[in-house]
């Protein structure tokens, strides 16, 4: 994010959004978010057996849902706010 004024004494925030995807994600916490549910996925995995992997890998899936989603509202809006 990137702040430039003009003549006037407002400061107009732009959004670059032609970043990497390694850049993205360290400025996402959505995304971190949603790696997060993966890595909580994969500990259910490993477990396999019990109420410990069967919690894992529902947490690990409502986590990854709740990232993406928040993370695709976001590029939403601010794509709408550039015209």
């Known amino acids: 994010m990137a702040l430039q004024a003009d003549?006037?004494?407002?400061s107009v925030a732009t959004y670059d959004m032609d970043t990497g995807p390694?850049?993205?994600f360290k400025n996402s916490f959505s995304l971190k978010l949603?790696?997060?549910?993966?890595?909580?996925i994969l500990?259910?995995?490993?477990l396999q057996t019990g109420v410990m992997a069967g919690v894992?890998?529902?947490w690990g899936i409502a986590l990854?849902?709740?990232g993406v989603l928040m993370y695709?509202?976001?590029q939403w809006s601010l794509?709408?706010?550039q015209g």
């Open 22 to 24: 390694i850049e993205r």
């Open 72 to 74: 695709a509202f976001i």
């Open 34 to 40: 949603a790696a997060g549910g993966l890595v909580f």
């Open 7 to 10: 003549d006037t004494d407002e």
């Open 79 to 81: 794509r709408g706010s």
């Open 64 to 66: 990854v849902i709740i």
């Open 43 to 46: 500990i259910g995995f490993i």
């Open 56 to 58: 894992m890998a529902v």
